[in-house]
């Protein structure tokens, strides 16, 4: 990496964001830290001796001068229907390479809507470089390349742990909207709690609702694949928010319930804690079906969600500063291998 590479951490006073600057700091990275509230993000700079920057992106003269001086962007600033868009933008006008967390699949198309106009620009556009979708990206195309011509991807994910206050607000925006999934290569809405399976993780088979998730966007881009599914065990908050979505779609998906319920939201602890991070695992299956009727399996074991994340997200940010990666939009398996998450601390591939 160039020693005068800049690069900045959007969104870094939140819990995620938090996380990731703290490892950035760890590491011996000086990033700028920025946000839109300026007291937030000096207390955090100041901690870390840090630079950092406060503005809205929606503030298009700010976010600009503020582009202009860095190479990298790293956005941790979710709800990302609110803020993708001016940032992508944005960076592809300051020739600013783009990197986030998110596991909204509106970004994801978003940013390969745009792949085009970022390539001429010389600018990468690399959306969920968290465990939104990393894991399930690498697994995704490491169980594909087993195959020789694979035709349908279902992902299982189990153990992620409890949500921070953002994932959280995110997931309530999707109330209300139903179930995403990939069929002869069109995103397809079908009605919340539809899509249903009984999978064995290796603890015995158990009850699994779709959801969407972002691989029903990166998986077709990264494998190919036209016919993607995303499971998460039928239970806790899925289980009840699906519920939900299918008896009361309509009215949860109205501004009145959506605020009530990002206010209830802003009474939760910010995020699970240290120790709750350190005792959570998380385990991934992707099943993958070729032309021939052959069906392949891998597993993935990886640490909590939010630990991953901010180790992730700088290592992304670190690997395209220093060079991998093409321009335009990419998933996190195409822009560094299916391998790249092997890199991770606990993170192992099992080929069933």
Request: proline share 5%.
């Amino acid at each position: 990496m160039a020693t005068d590479a800049k690069w900045m951490i959007y969104g870094a006073t939140g819990y995620t964001g938090k996380l990731i600057a703290a490892k950035a700091f760890e590491l011996g990275q000086k990033p700028t830290l920025a946000g839109r509230n300026p007291d937030k993000v000096r207390t955090l700079a100041e901690k870390l001796d840090l630079p950092w920057a406060a503005f809205s992106v929606d503030d298009t003269d700010a976010l600009a001068a503020v582009l202009k001086e860095q190479d990298l962007v790293l956005s941790v600033a979710g709800p990302f229907s609110a803020t993708a868009e001016q940032m992508m933008e944005a960076c592809i006008e300051a020739k600013t390479h783009y990197l986030d967390v998110t596991g909204e699949i509106a970004v994801f198309e978003l940013a390969a809507s745009l792949s085009e106009k970022a390539k001429a620009a010389g600018v990468t556009l690399l959306p969920g470089v968290g465990f939104d979708v990393v894991p399930s990206d690498c697994l995704a195309a490491h169980t594909a390349s087993r195959a020789s011509a694979p035709q349908s991807l279902v992902i299982a994910i189990k153990g992620l742990g409890g949500p921070s206050q953002g994932t959280a607000k995110t997931a309530v925006e999707s109330l209300g909207n139903g179930t995403m999934a990939r069929k002869k290569g069109s995103i397809t809405t079908f009605p919340a709690g539809k899509l249903k399976r009984t999978i064995d993780l290796g603890a015995g088979p158990e009850p699994f609702l779709a959801v969407s998730w972002g691989d029903v966007s990166t998986a077709f881009y990264s494998t190919g694949i036209k016919d993607i599914e995303v499971y998460f065990p039928n239970e806790g908050p899925i289980k009840s928010m699906t519920t939900m979505s299918r008896f009361f779609g309509p009215v949860m998906g109205s501004t009145m319930v959506q605020n009530f319920l990002k206010k209830q939201i802003d009474k939760m602890p910010a995020g699970p804690t240290d120790a709750d991070r350190e005792r959570d695992t998380s385990l991934l299956l992707a099943e993958v079906t070729d032309a021939d009727g052959t069906v392949y399996r891998s597993k993935l074991a990886a640490p909590n969600g939010y630990t991953l994340t901010a180790e992730s997200a700088v290592k992304c940010a670190l690997l395209k500063l220093n060079g991998e990666g093409d321009a335009g939009f990419q998933t996190p398996s195409l822009a560094f291998g299916a391998d790249f998450v092997l890199q991770l601390e606990g993170c192992a591939f099992e080929d069933l």
